[in-house]
């Protein structure tokens, strides 16, 4: 029993090199078919995901169920995103080229047909974001962007009560650090 849960049926080199050219190469298609596969998962991306997961597993692990080969599997897959994400972070160019650029959906107002459709995004799916960020029209948006790794930016024309409270408070603490520096000044100036 103990040999057959940790026996490899596999070469260890076979079994490192499988995890790392199927992740290179999910990596390519995710980055192929576009940020909205990361954005706003629907029913059907779900679905696509949790089949995609089940269509690779035999094609990363091979014939072998052993504990040791799953080990070595895993380990090859974080192997191989560490050293993407540091090659990525050391070429900020080659990040640019394999993650993309951002899209621009709404810019003062005006949504971007042409984004929305080369994102596959409805006006639902938009809207079902603004309203996550407490707005309700396209009117009240001056920026929204869906950045390369499928997360939404949104930028409201019209700051909100919270970020005009914010904005209040930090001009009254810059106010009170005036005075404080000019109190201090005049303490200076007598002692």
């Known amino acids: 029993m103990i040999e057959s849960m940790f026996h490899l049926h596999l070469p260890i080199l076979e079994k490192l090199l499988r995890p790392m050219i199927v992740y290179l190469f999910l990596i390519g298609f995710l980055r192929l078919f576009g940020k909205r596969e990361l954005a706003q998962l629907n029913p059907f991306d779900l679905v696509v995901l949790l089949s995609l997961s089940n269509t690779v597993q035999n094609a ?35 990040d640019k080229i394999i993650e993309g650029t951002e899209t621009v959906l709404i810019r003062h107002g005006v949504v971007d047909e ?14 079902s974001v603004l309203h996550k960020q407490g707005l309700n029209e396209y009117s009240e948006v001056e920026k929204c962007v869906l950045e390369p790794n499928g997360t939404f930016y949104v930028e409201a024309k019209v ?5 005009a409270e914010r904005i209040e408070i930090l001009a009254l603490v810059r106010s009170l650090s005036i005075e404080v520096r000019e109190l201090k000044g005049l303490l200076a100036a007598r002692g």
């Open 60 to 94: 990363m692990i091979g014939d072998d169920n052993s504990v040791t080969g799953g080990i070595i599997g895993a380990f090859a897959l974080l192997a191989i995103n560490w050293l993407l994400t540091l090659v990525l972070f050391k070429s900020p160019k080659l």
């Open 114 to 127: 042409t984004a929305m459709k080369k994102e596959a995004l409805t006006d639902v799916e938009l809207k």
């Open 159 to 163: 700051p909100s009560s919270d970020d």
